[in-house]
C-alpha cells in the first residue's frame, strides 16, 4: 500500500493495509497487527461520524444566527432602569488622583 502525502488516511485505508509476514526472533504477531489495525479503523469511523456530526450542527447553529440577526437588524438594546453602570468617584476638593501627582524628588 502506498500512502501519498495530501490523501487524508481513512479507515479504509488503514483496513487494506498489509504486512509481510516474517517470523524473526522478536517479531510481532501478525494476529495482534491486525487485530490492532481494526481496532484502529473503527475508532477513526467514529471519530469521523462525530465530526461529520459536529460540522452538521455548527452549520445549523450558523444558519439559525443568521436568522436571528436578519429579524433583528433594526433592534436597538436600550438598558433597563437601573443597569447603568455608576459613574466613577470624583476626587475630594483638595485631593488630586495618584497617577496626577508630581513624583517624589
Same mark, same amino acid.
Given at each position: 500500500?502506498?500512502?501519498?502525502?495530501?490523501?487524508?488516511?481513512?479507515?479504509h485505508?488503514?483496513?487494506?493495509a498489509?504486512?509481510?509476514?516474517?517470523?524473526?526472533?522478536?517479531?510481532?504477531d501478525?494476529?495482534?497487527?491486525?487485530?490492532?489495525?481494526r481496532?484502529?479503523?473503527? !475508532?477513526?469511523?467514529?471519530?469521523?461520524?462525530?465530526?461529520?456530526?459536529?460540522?452538521? !450542527?455548527? !452549520?445549523?447553529?450558523? !444558519?439559525?444566527?443568521?436568522q436571528?440577526?436578519?429579524?433583528?437588524?433594526?433592534c436597538?438594546?436600550?438598558?433597563p432602569?437601573?443597569?447603568?453602570?455608576?459613574?466613577?468617584?470624583?476626587?475630594?476638593?483638595?485631593h488630586?488622583?495618584?497617577?496626577?501627582s508630581e513624583?517624589?524628588?
Amino acid at each position: 500500500m502506498i500512502y501519498r502525502a495530501g490523501e487524508h488516511l481513512g479507515a479504509h485505508l488503514v483496513r487494506a493495509a498489509t504486512f509481510v509476514r516474517r517470523r524473526w526472533r522478536g517479531g510481532l504477531d501478525p494476529d495482534e497487527v491486525y487485530a490492532y489495525v481494526r481496532l484502529v479503523a473503527d !475508532e477513526m469511523d467514529r471519530l469521523q461520524r462525530e465530526a461529520t456530526t459536529a460540522r452538521t !450542527e455548527a !452549520e445549523r447553529i450558523r !444558519e439559525g444566527l443568521r436568522q436571528w440577526q436578519s429579524r433583528h437588524v433594526g433592534c436597538k438594546f436600550v438598558d433597563p432602569p437601573g443597569w447603568a453602570t455608576p459613574p466613577h468617584p470624583q476626587p475630594r476638593h483638595g485631593h488630586q488622583p495618584a497617577d496626577a501627582s508630581e513624583p517624589d524628588q
